[in-house]
């Protein structure tokens, strides 16, 4: 006879627990990477080409999927092997891995977005010596398993995107009047149909398009990022106290 062993109260408890703390983990990990560490915003990291290519969106979008797919593949290879590698010379080997991704990341553009290729020229190769993806596969990659290792890479790689993209849209807008412009190097010929003429020029505005134009529009996205985390942060001891009246309890005599 077999005796099934039914779960007690505490078993399950000890379950639903474990499993809101892993939610909460890959909660906090999507605002990391997304708004509070991002890497562009407030690590300031990568602002190399950051500021160098994102004169179009579409520059700044092919720029930003190699890097988000670099910093995925990193992270899950550094991850899986992090028990084999010696402390003395992790730093070379990650440096190995993430070139060994861009070089896979290049060929692919290469051979697939030959237009996005070229246009982004030196700083392809240069997401090689990215801060940003060197750190994470320092600081987070190398001490967590594979599964949060990869969603950290996939979130910093989105919010370093996001930076780009929205950049990119800035300069593209103010510089030319135009949004997509030249998408089809980077989605193939069908989305020539994506470009969008927001406003006329009748020539480029220069300084839009010249590094000193990335640098004054970074300067504005910084400052907004953080006129919005001190408003978050003033709401928050109001929104606390307004709790704390609610539960008041005056006793009279």
Partial sequence: MSTKTEPTLSSIDNTALAKKAHREEYRELAKQGLWKNNPGLVQLLGLCPLLAVTATVTNALGLGLATLLVLVCSNTTVSAIRHWVPKEIRIPIFVLIIAAFVTCVQLLMNAYTYGIYQSLGIFLPLIVTNCAI??????????????????DGLMMGLGFALVLFVLGAIREILGQGTLFDGAHLLLGDWASVLRIEVIHLDSQFLLAILPPGAFIAMGFIIALKNAIDANIKQRQPKEADKAIERVRVNFES
Avoid at 134 to 151: D, H, L, M, T, V
């Fill in 134 to 151: 060197i750190g994470r596969a320092e600081a987070y990659a190398s001490k967590n398993p594979i599964k949060q290792a990869s969603f």
